[in-house]
């Protein structure tokens, strides 16, 4: 329960009203103030001060000094007159009730107003500041604004003198380039003179010497006509070295004269052969020879080429349709290329002309059983 403090002082004036309260180690930190119109409150634990005004007060401008153990209070009145007392006589508890609450809704109240005033001015501020950050930001993009119209018209103007400049440099070589080709023109009308002149002088000179007489016009025209034939080349004679055919026969067992004969029927034969063939016309002769065109087409399945390796064996075929490798070796290709059914086809034709007397077994593993055998 707290301690009630009455020894208390007070003196007042017809404006003003001071009350001295003394409180042992008061202190602003632990010392609560509540002052409305008609009521003042102290409260210090364990003491309380309290005092119910007889005439309202301006609690506003009211002041309290607060040191050396006591708290004095300044309180201004608002209708300016002596008090009879400090306090108001003949209270009871409920009427005090009621001034504490009534007292505690104005200060609540008042509390209120003050915070709403404090954010109306804070919201003026703010939107003070606002405007001000907008006008700056205004200003600060019309000086952008400004700069790069400034900087434009600078390098317009440059531009524009560039321009100017090379429509002067373009206008002195058109210039130049008329006054040379007036030179130019000069010189050869120049030199067109000079050439008629020549040609004058010539013709006055053949009319003089035409009247000097046939015979020596005769003789001029046949010295010129000795000067202008070119005298007839030297005689020589060429060599032509052809190179010796090596045959692969061995000397002692070969004939001379048969090899020779075979050669020459193989050639006739080749020859009618390539006839019916066009693809033969732009080959060489060694080139036309099967198993030439066989070596080619395995040189070409090593490089993967494989569409150019079945050209290679269908030309060789095309020549001798009876070499089993040719067919082998390009259902190898075919195989590659995923082409089964032409790979099945070429290994069947194999078959049949090495004549094997076997069973027909599958012709993938025919080829391969055949390869092993032959090789490629």
Known sequence: MPLQVSDYNWQQTKT????SVPLRGVCVRDADVFCTENYLKVNFSPFLFEVFLYAPIDDENSKAKIGNDTIVFTLYKKEVAMWETLSVSGVDKEMMQRIREKSILQAQERAK???EAKAAARREDQKYA????????????????????????????????????QRKAEEQKRIQ????????GKQIEEERNK?????LTRIAASRNLA??????????LEKLKQDSIPAPRSVGNIKINFTPRVFP????????AEEEEWLHKQAEARRALNTDI????DLKEEEKNPEWLKDKGNKLFAKENYLAAINAYNLAIRLNNKIPLLYLNRAACHLKLKNLHKAIEDSSKAYRIMKLHLRLIHPIKLYKMMLRRFGR
């Open 16 to 19: 003003a009203v001071f009350i």
């Open 113 to 115: 107003e003050a915070a």
């Open 130 to 165: 606002l405007n001000v950050m907008m006008k700056i930001e205004e200003e600060e993009r019309k000086k952008i604004e400004d700069m790069k119209e400034n900087e434009r018209l600078k390098a317009t103007k440059e531009l524009e003198a560039w321009k100017e400049c």
């Open 177 to 184: 380039s008329e006054e040379k080709f007036c030179e130019q």
């Open 195 to 199: 050439l008629k002149h020549k040609s």
């Open 211 to 220: 009247t000097k007489g046939r015979n020596s016009e005769n003789i001029f």
């Open 249 to 256: 026969t061995a000397l002692r067992e070969s004939q001379v």
């Open 278 to 281: 066009p693809e033969l016309s």
